[in-house]
């Protein structure tokens, strides 16, 4: 079985900065696509940011310029660098990992715990 484990969540204010990581173990063959997606109190859970196993990148409009996502796959990590935070940026982040096991052809999906981001003054 997989285990994501999400760490890097806190209080910051305003205009701050943190960065959120999230760390996969298991008998892991490869991931491709990596996601980050957050829930905000009475919302949906939307997707912030993906990267692809070449490296390409994609945001949602919102955080365009501010939040910068990357990956290492020889540590199973992907990191969402967070700048110019906002109250809006307020939500619970959920890391979510497209798995092949060893042994296995075809990917699952599977999800972090998520970690809890405020921004607040």
């Known amino acids: 079985q997989v285990q994501l484990v999400e760490s890097g969540g806190g209080l910051v204010q305003p205009g701050g900065s943190l960065r959120l990581s999230c760390a996969a173990s298991g008998r892991i063959r490869s991931i491709g696509l990596m996601r980050w997606y957050r829930q905000a109190p009475g919302k949906q859970r939307e997707l912030v940011a993906d990267?692809?196993?070449?490296?390409?990148?994609s945001y949602t409009d919102s955080v365009k310029g501010r939040f910068t996502i990357s990956r290492d796959d020889a540590k199973n990590t992907m990191y969402l660098q967070m700048n110019s935070l906002k109250p809006e940026d307020t939500a619970v982040y959920y890391c979510?990992?497209?798995?092949?096991?060893?042994?296995?052809?075809?990917?699952?999906?599977?999800w972090g715990q998520g970690t809890q981001v405020t921004v607040s003054s």
């Open positions: 979510n990992f497209r798995i092949k096991l060893l042994g296995i052809t075809y990917e699952n999906v599977y």
């Open positions: 990267i692809t196993s070449g490296g390409s990148e």
